[in-house]
């Protein structure tokens, strides 16, 4: 069963994406280490989610954008970590690989964002700590983990965010970007 928009709503992540080479790698890894493996979907793009708002009146993508505007980030430095099993506890749905924030600069993002939504009633938070990860792929069914390689992916800088409407079809969310905001 798929999921399309209604006229009136939209369904909208906030996210940092990769640069082309850390994509790259990364699907590389996903093609060696995933797509043979049956029960996953793997995932088509690869982001940083930073806030999942679901789904938002389309009357109010202006004070979206507006809110996201006025939060202030510098380009900043990540590393890819581990694979994770997520969610840490219970049958597993996602495979995901850690991302290293040794300063700290995704958190403070991701909490800048938060706070600039909450303030105008656009996005209620989520009761578990905010985990840096990229989805890799998703289960079918909830399962077990597996032994996996780490993937080999150079530091790479994250210089912008984007808003991004997600549409449910049945081969997975189709992603469109919405708008882009670029690092000061």
């Given at each position: 069963m798929s999921r399309s928009w209604t006229d009136d709503t939209r369904r909208l992540f906030v996210a940092c994406d990769l640069p082309h080479e850390a994509a790259l790698a990364i699907g590389h890894w996903q093609d060696s280490e995933l797509s043979s493996r049956d029960g996953l979907r793997v995932a088509a793009t690869v982001h940083l989610t930073l806030c999942f708002l679901g789904d938002v009146l389309a009357a109010r993508l202006p004070q979206v954008?507006?809110?996201l505007g006025a939060v202030p980030f510098s380009r900043f430095e990540l590393d890819v970590g581990d694979a994770l099993f997520l969610p840490q506890r219970g049958a597993k749905r996602v495979v995901a690989l850690e991302i290293v924030d040794d300063r700290g600069a995704v958190a403070a993002l991701q909490a800048d964002?938060?706070?600039?939504?909450?303030?105008?009633?656009?996005?209620?938070?989520?009761?578990?700590?905010?985990?840096?990860?990229?989805?890799?792929?998703?289960?079918?069914?909830?399962?077990?983990?597996?032994?996996?390689?780490?993937?080999?992916?150079?530091?790479?800088?994250?210089?912008?965010?984007v808003l991004y409407s997600s549409l449910l079809e049945r081969a997975g969310a189709v992603h469109t970007p919405v708008t882009v905001f670029t690092a000061s």
């Open positions: 954008v507006d809110a964002v938060s706070r600039a939504l909450v303030e105008r009633g656009l996005y209620k938070p989520e009761k578990r700590p905010f985990l840096p990860h990229l989805t890799v792929a998703r289960y079918r069914r909830p399962g077990p983990p597996f032994p996996l390689q780490n993937v080999n992916v150079s530091r790479f800088g994250v210089d912008q965010m």
